[in-house]
């Protein structure tokens, strides 16, 4: 059936707007009701996004989800538009991706933030520290987590490698989240985190490489996985030249600006650039969003910049983490569901083996100065959207077996869940009634 | 070819990333260089995208302007990526999208602040100016033009009445901008022109409703029309009722929110939601973004409301506007072409009228206090978006000659360029210093 473009694009409004519409509404509900439980408000995302997502109302259905979308939705569109529900269908499906676009940006302006209010010369002086956490962080869930699939569940070698590979790299965007929220991201134990986080990204996407080309046929060449790891160390040293030198350029441009809104314009230029720079080397844009926090951490523009960020942050980050809920597929869960039982047999162990590595690691570094261990270990924590990105690559590439399938997700929600209640739980509430009266959000 | 995900995402990531870079860095260049030469930015604007657009360099082209993508940009994320330069072509489609969706939440959040800083009782008081304004500067425009194109020019009865109601609408989105920047938006003036601006884009849908209706067969019933008709004035009965009564509301549920984030979050969904509102009775979503703004304005936090949306619309609005600009052709206005000169010439004719049609309506209302009516006249003037929607709806129904066309483009190419030089000549450079100086943007 044809249908006028007038017609297709009221559809189009409606879903995209209505989408926003969704989000915003369920994440404030359940971030409401977290924060009077005192937790961090990410988890109340991420509940919602699971309420209103693939494992829920079917509101939010990733288009590589494979669920229906909720009738209530498509049917009020389509009776709205006085288009068939298929075609509504077919149009929600199309759009999905402005909204992964815009979640995307959410995420680069989380870690922007995250890079703006370090501190330099405190993240430098851990460096040997977060260092030592990551690597640890990385190779402990790594060995143990390859070696129990192969040895005790008999996994072939390949998925237990991938398995295991989905279980370094600590999610830095749950982690600034829930750190900044409580207040502790400038602490020694959030600057420990956050550099680790970044460092153990880094050496995920190694590791990702490595992976990808084992797994894509024997030629196996040590050339491009050189490339990268050079790659690497230029982009941490130039980050941190940068950061030292590259301020105070930015604010002479600044103050020769003229036209309205320049601080935001100004900064979002950096943005673009170190993720546009990151991405070009074959590392992550994400990092270039943080890596442009941390330069312009300097410029004395920052409480502008701060200002300009946060509204971007306090919306979209809502969206990225809503996202990750509702592609998160619970059913998996079930144990009463015979298939389920093997998946969450593994699961358990994975999940064991991503707890203990990761918190092992807060007992890794040499330190002078008392940090909490444990929450520097809790910290490093969260797997989120990185296992997310193993997952799908693992699943798109056939070499994971179902029951392998769900213990990865598993792994990847009980280490995402779990981290911001066990931080929670640890972190005194000290700053308790300053939060509650604050009119300034502290994202 | 078949490329791995892996390349196939840092692509689109490398695209999106560098495409908000090329816009940002031309936008801000020029926008500049305008500010001062003491003209208004959104002309930077559109002047970035018609340089870096279709008409230009090449880097940002809409997927149905149908040229080339830049070889340098193409060339070098193929490169960057190990793809070929067609497949980044076609990636670079594919995710267009989401720019534009980024760039449509600027426009709702340039016209949710409009409606924020607009002073309701100001607003209620020009109403009935608004109004005349705003018949005047429909009926005028759209009867000299359909009358002069079908009895000057011999175009038949169907296309003429289409180029007329293309000369309807004013951009509210352009002049909103322009106000804001010279700091009139609360001054009588811009008052009434807001006012006009809104009451003549709720004219235009149901005009455009009328013409879709005549073009797509004479099938054409009373109906839709007056359901549309009623929409209309329900929507502008139930926006003036909720911004008497709203607020308080909005501020009880605001104070009770512990959430980081509040104000952006909550704002947004009343923004959203009358987006939604909007669209869904047939109305268009911006106006809806219009209505969000002007029924928090009572707000006791309009301050913060403020704080949150403006960074969103110095970045995305200036998406919005670029993107304006990167979908014009101005090869139609080369006069050594042969084929061109037909347009050309009717363009002349539809520019006049067009302008002159907006001007004199500036004229067409009572007033006891002076009011600058050339300011409201030339206020009235910019077509932007709104004529380009007309004339996507008529080259789609394939309803116009190429010259026609042309015509159109050129008419709306001048009333947007020309209306923020005119309002920067006529409006008095009082308040000069003070914008030079003051650290807090416009907008």
Same mark, same amino acid.
């Given at each position: !059936? =044809?249908?006028?473009?007038?017609?297709?694009?009221?559809?189009?409004?409606?879903?995209?707007?209505?989408?926003?519409?969704?989000?915003? /509404?369920?994440?404030?509900?359940?971030?409401?009701?977290?924060?009077?439980?005192?937790?961090? $408000?990410?988890?109340?995302?991420?509940?919602?996004?699971?309420?209103?997502?693939?494992?829920?109302?079917?509101?939010?259905?990733?288009?590589?989800?494979?669920?229906?979308?909720?009738?209530?939705?498509?049917?009020?569109?389509?009776?709205?538009?006085?288009?068939?529900?298929?075609?509504?269908?077919? /149009?929600?499906?199309?759009?999905?991706?402005?909204?992964?676009?815009?979640?995307?940006l959410g995420l680069y302006s989380l870690l922007f933030l995250?890079?703006? =209010?370090?501190?330099?010369?405190?993240?430098?002086?851990?460096?040997?520290?977060?260092?030592?956490?990551?690597?640890?962080?990385?190779?402990?869930?790594?060995?143990?987590?390859?070696?129990?699939?192969?040895?005790?569940?008999?996994?072939?070698? /390949?998925?237990?490698?991938?398995?295991?590979?989905? !279980?370094?790299?600590?999610?830095?965007?749950? $982690?600034?989240?829930?750190?900044?929220?409580?207040?502790?991201?400038?602490?020694?134990?959030?600057?420990?985190?956050?550099?680790?986080?970044?460092?153990?990204?880094?050496?995920?996407?190694?590791?990702?490489?490595?992976?990808?080309?084992?797994?894509?046929?024997?030629?196996?060449?040590?050339?491009?996985?050189?490339?990268?790891?050079?790659?690497?160390?230029?982009?941490?040293?130039?980050?941190?030249?940068?950061?030292? $030198?590259?301020?105070?350029?930015?604010?002479?441009?600044?103050?020769?600006?003229?036209?309205?809104?320049?601080?935001? +314009?100004?900064?979002? +230029?950096?943005l673009?650039?170190?993720?546009?720079?990151?991405?070009?080397?074959?590392?992550?844009?994400?990092?270039?969003a943080?890596?442009?926090?941390?330069?312009?951490?300097?410029?004395?523009?920052?409480?502008?910049?701060?200002?300009?960020v946060k509204p971007l942050v306090?919306l979209f980050a809502?969206?990225?983490?809503?996202?990750?809920?509702?592609?998160?597929?619970?059913?998996?869960?079930?144990?009463?569901?015979?298939?389920?039982?093997?998946?969450?047999?593994?699961?358990?162990?994975?999940?064991?083996?991503?707890?203990?590595?990761?918190?092992?690691?807060?007992?890794?570094?040499?330190?002078?100065?008392?940090?909490?261990?444990?929450?520097?270990?809790?910290?490093?924590?969260?797997?989120?959207?990185?296992?997310?990105?193993?997952?799908?690559?693992?699943?798109?590439?056939?070499?994971? $077996?179902?029951?392998?399938?769900?213990?990865?997700?598993?792994?990847?929600?009980?280490?995402?869940?779990?981290?911001?209640?066990?931080?929670?739980?640890?972190?005194?509430?000290?700053?308790?009634?300053?939060?509650?009266?604050?009119?300034?959000?502290?994202?």
């Open positions: !059936m =044809e249908f006028s473009s007038h017609q297709l694009e009221a559809a189009e409004t409606l879903l995209q707007v209505g989408r926003f519409l969704v989000i915003f /509404i369920a994440a404030r509900a359940i971030a409401e009701l977290l924060v009077r439980l005192q937790l961090p $408000t990410i988890l109340g995302e991420l509940v919602a996004g699971v309420l209103i997502g693939a494992s829920g109302l079917h509101l939010i259905v990733p288009p590589d989800a494979r669920v229906e979308l909720s009738g209530v939705f498509s049917g009020l569109v389509a009776s709205l538009t006085e288009i068939t529900p298929e075609a509504v269908r077919h /149009i929600y499906d199309e759009t999905f991706p402005s909204l992964q676009a815009v979640s995307q995250t890079g703006l =209010e370090s501190e330099l010369d405190e993240l430098v002086a851990v460096g040997g520290q977060a260092t030592t956490v990551a690597i640890t962080g990385v190779v402990l869930p790594f060995v143990l987590g390859t070696a129990g699939l192969h040895y005790l569940f008999h996994v072939p070698l /390949i998925p237990a490698v991938f398995a295991g590979a989905a !279980m370094t790299a600590t999610s830095i965007g749950i $982690t600034a989240s829930v750190f900044g929220e409580l207040r502790w991201l400038k602490r020694r134990e959030g600057q420990i985190v956050i550099g680790a986080a970044v460092l153990d990204d880094i050496l995920g996407i190694v590791i990702l490489a490595v992976v990808v080309a084992i797994v894509g046929g024997g030629a196996f060449s040590v050339g491009p996985l050189l490339k990268l790891c050079l790659a690497a160390v230029a982009f941490v040293v130039v980050a941190l030249v940068l950061s030292r $030198t590259a301020a105070p350029l930015f604010d002479s441009v600044v103050d020769r600006l003229k036209a309205p809104g320049d601080v935001a +314009v100004a900064s979002f +230029v950096v673009t650039l170190c993720c546009f720079a990151a991405q070009a080397i074959g590392l992550e844009a994400a990092l270039g943080f890596a442009a926090g941390l330069i312009l951490s300097a410029s004395k523009h920052t409480e502008d910049i701060d200002k300009a306090a809502t969206v990225f983490f809503v996202l990750i809920g509702t592609a998160m597929d619970l059913s998996v869960l079930n144990p009463f569901n015979p298939a389920n039982r093997e998946g969450l047999i593994v699961a358990a162990f994975l999940l064991v083996v991503a707890i203990a590595g990761k918190v092992a690691a807060g007992w890794s570094y040499l330190s002078k100065e008392p940090t909490s261990r444990l929450v520097v270990g809790l910290g490093m924590m969260p797997r989120g959207e990185v296992g997310l990105i193993f997952l799908g690559l693992g699943s798109q590439a056939r070499i994971l $077996t179902p029951a392998l399938e769900a213990a990865i997700l598993l792994m990847v929600i009980g280490t995402t869940f779990l981290a911001p209640i066990l931080l929670r739980v640890v972190i005194p509430s000290e700053s308790e009634p300053a939060t509650a009266e604050a009119s300034q959000p502290s994202l």
